[in-house]
């Protein structure tokens, strides 16, 4: 065999424009294939508050006796939908454990004297003596405020260059991070309970954060998996922890200020 | 090519200087075990004094804030939650109630004792423990002696809600010479196991209230 047999141009060189051109092509090519294996990604970090301790168990009839009235506040960048969203759960979330649950700007009730006596827990003869105070069956009204807003956000630029240079190898990422002012207040607008919740989303995209993900997923066990819908599922379990422990503290705060005030 | 590769692997130990994030090494336990909380620079400054590197003179050209974390001293899991909801801050919360007790009454007691009621007998006595050192820091007489009762009166208040149970052992306590004239007894009580906070109260000489 001579040389250059077996191969259909042996002895044409490579034009010099496509050398230059392979490097771009390749990058373009890994760069494509990058970006569609790679994928966005969020994590949910409880930063202040949402972790503490819990002891209610917010599947079973808690606030039994309780009339909650409920004010959402979403002041701005919180998209209001986000916020009414909230509201809503916030809502289902203590009609499952008994309450009985209005918006603020529903109207109100009718008073109790306009209704007839079984429609009410305690008769008209409770609501007609406004000095003395409420007997135990009687429906306990408090006032949850719920607010929300954006304590910070980073686009952590430098990410997206180093994410852009390494074909999404190294993650980029963006984080926020939000606050919820949850306060419980009585009928008179004294504050029985006032907590400060934090959290942190970040948001990842590239393979590294991919693999990361897949790593999760697969080495550890839901209870400790940061990324997926278990992040998102343990978002939800702190909030609504919290706020129905918050509601209760504060409805038992209320009935020591009622025996306080009864004596 | 292989330069801009190399460089944006380089910027990654850059990149993971974000504070503790979820992250392969920090798993959601770890994360939980965590107190972080984000401040503007003057406010970290004053709580971690010396760390916060200074504003540069003509201006740093970026916003700079910190992220301060505290881990908790022990994991998540480690006590059962009624436990932990009532040891952690409970020097903080021993503060509040020994100030708040001796506020209640323009003429201080001659001496101060203090009775925790709560299921578990091991952490009312550590509440008990915290409270009598936070009076006595406060500058109140203090004994470390908790009344006694007879068990058949015990059991009889026992079954009483709190709202009347506590004025009837004050009460009884009186009358039967355990708090003498012008001691103070200062009661933390939790009224459902289901809350995480205590209520205070105080019997002096025969009368109980409720210190909201």
């Given at each position: 065999?001579?040389?250059?047999?077996?191969?259909?141009?042996?002895?044409?060189?490579i034009?010099?424009?496509?050398?230059?051109?392979?490097?771009?092509?390749?990058?373009?090519?890994?760069?494509?294939?990058?970006?569609?294996?790679?994928?966005?990604?969020?994590?949910?970090?409880?930063?202040?508050?949402?972790?503490?301790?819990?002891?209610?168990?917010?599947?079973?009839?808690?606030?039994?006796?309780?009339?909650?009235?409920?004010?959402?506040?979403?002041?701005?960048?919180?998209?209001?939908?986000?916020?009414?969203?909230?509201c809503?759960?916030?809502?289902?979330?203590?009609?499952?454990?008994?309450?009985?649950?209005?918006e603020?700007?529903?109207?109100?009730?009718?008073?109790?004297?306009?209704?007839?006596?079984?429609?009410?827990?305690?008769?008209?003869?409770?609501?007609?003596?406004?000095?003395?105070?409420?007997?135990?069956?009687?429906?306990?009204?408090?006032?949850?405020?719920?607010?929300?807003?954006?304590?910070?956000?980073?686009?952590?630029?430098?990410?997206?260059?180093?994410?852009?240079?390494?074909?999404?190898?190294?993650?980029?990422?963006t984080?926020?991070?939000?606050?919820?002012?949850?306060?419980?207040?009585?009928?008179?607008?004294?504050?029985?309970?006032?907590?400060?919740?934090?959290?942190?989303?970040?948001?990842?995209?590239?393979?590294?954060?991919?693999?990361?993900?897949?790593?999760?997923q697969?080495?550890?066990?839901?209870?400790?998996?940061?990324?997926?819908?278990?992040?998102d599922?343990?978002?939800?379990?702190?909030?609504?922890?919290?706020?129905?422990?918050?509601?209760?503290?504060?409805?038992?705060?209320?009935?020591?200020?009622?025996?306080?005030?009864a004596? | 090519m292989?330069?801009?590769?190399?460089?944006?692997?380089?910027?990654a130990?850059?990149?993971?200087?974000?504070?503790?994030?979820?992250?392969?090494?920090?798993?959601?336990?770890?994360?939980?075990?965590?107190?972080?909380?984000?401040?503007?620079?003057?406010?970290?400054?004053r709580?971690?004094?010396?760390?916060?590197?200074?504003?540069?003179?003509?201006?740093?050209?970026i916003r700079?804030?910190?992220?301060?974390?505290?881990?908790?001293?022990?994991?998540?899991?480690?006590?059962?939650p009624?436990?932990?909801?009532?040891?952690?801050?409970?020097?903080?919360?021993s503060?509040?109630w020994?100030?708040?007790?001796?506020?209640?009454?323009?003429?201080?007691?001659?001496?101060?004792l203090?009775?925790?009621?709560?299921?578990?007998?091991?952490?009312?006595?550590?509440?008990?423990?915290?409270?009598l050192?936070?009076?006595?820091?406060?500058?109140?007489?203090?004994?470390?002696?908790r009344?006694?009762?007879?068990?058949?009166?015990?059991?009889?208040?026992?079954?009483l809600?709190?709202?009347?149970?506590?004025?009837?052992?004050?009460?009884?306590?009186?009358?039967?010479?355990?708090?003498?004239?012008?001691?103070?007894?200062?009661?933390?009580?939790?009224?459902?196991?289901?809350?995480?906070?205590?209520?205070?109260?105080?019997?002096r000489?025969?009368?109980?209230?409720?210190?909201?």
């Amino acid at each position: 065999m001579t040389p250059g047999e077996g191969r259909a141009y042996p002895d044409r060189p490579i034009p010099e424009a496509t050398i230059r051109a392979l490097p771009a092509t390749h990058a373009a090519l890994l760069g494509s294939l990058s970006l569609l294996g790679s994928g966005c990604l969020r994590s949910y970090q409880p930063m202040k508050g949402l972790a503490a301790p819990v002891v209610v168990d917010r599947s079973q009839r808690n606030l039994e006796g309780v009339e909650l009235r409920l004010r959402c506040d979403t002041p701005r960048p919180l998209q209001i939908e986000d916020g009414r969203r909230l509201c809503e759960q916030a809502r289902l979330l203590f009609q499952g454990q008994g309450a009985r649950v209005r918006e603020a700007g529903q109207p109100s009730a009718p008073p109790p004297e306009l209704l007839p006596a079984e429609a009410t827990d305690a008769g008209p003869a409770a609501a007609r003596d406004e000095g003395t105070p409420a007997p135990p069956s009687a429906r306990i009204p408090l006032e949850l405020t719920l607010r929300s807003w954006q304590v910070h956000e980073d686009r952590h630029f430098f990410s997206w260059l180093a994410c852009a240079a390494t074909f999404t190898l190294v993650p980029g990422w963006t984080e926020r991070t939000w606050a919820q002012r949850v306060t419980v207040r009585d009928e008179r607008g004294v504050v029985l309970e006032d907590r400060h919740l934090e959290l942190r989303i970040i948001r990842r995209f590239g393979v590294g954060a991919l693999v990361g993900a897949l790593v999760d997923q697969v080495a550890r066990p839901p209870s400790r998996q940061v990324t997926g819908a278990a992040s998102d599922k343990a978002l939800s379990a702190d909030l609504y922890d919290q706020l129905s422990q918050t509601v209760f503290d504060a409805w038992m705060r209320d009935r020591t200020r009622r025996a306080a005030e009864a004596r | 090519m292989v330069w801009v590769f190399l460089a944006g692997l380089g910027l990654a130990p850059i990149l993971a200087r974000t504070g503790p994030a979820p992250t392969l090494a920090r798993d959601r336990l770890a994360l939980r075990s965590m107190e972080c909380e984000r401040l503007d620079l003057e406010e970290a400054r004053r709580r971690e004094p010396g760390r916060i590197r200074p504003e540069r003179e003509r201006g740093d050209f970026i916003r700079r804030d910190a992220l301060h974390c505290s881990t908790r001293l022990l994991p998540e899991g480690s006590r059962p939650p009624a436990a932990e909801a009532v040891l952690t801050g409970l020097h903080e919360h021993s503060q509040d109630w020994a100030a708040r007790a001796l506020r209640a009454e323009p003429r201080p007691a001659g001496r101060y004792l203090v009775q925790a009621n709560l299921e578990d007998p091991v952490l009312a006595e550590k509440v008990r423990v915290a409270t009598l050192h936070a009076l006595a820091e406060a500058g109140a007489p203090v004994a470390d002696r908790r009344p006694l009762l007879q068990v058949d009166q015990l059991d009889a208040v026992a079954a009483l809600d709190p709202d009347e149970g506590w004025p009837r052992l004050c009460a009884l306590w009186v009358e039967s010479g355990e708090l003498p004239p012008e001691t103070a007894l200062v009661v933390l009580h939790r009224r459902d196991p289901r809350e995480t906070g205590l209520h205070l109260g105080l019997c002096r000489e025969g009368g109980f209230r409720w210190l909201p």
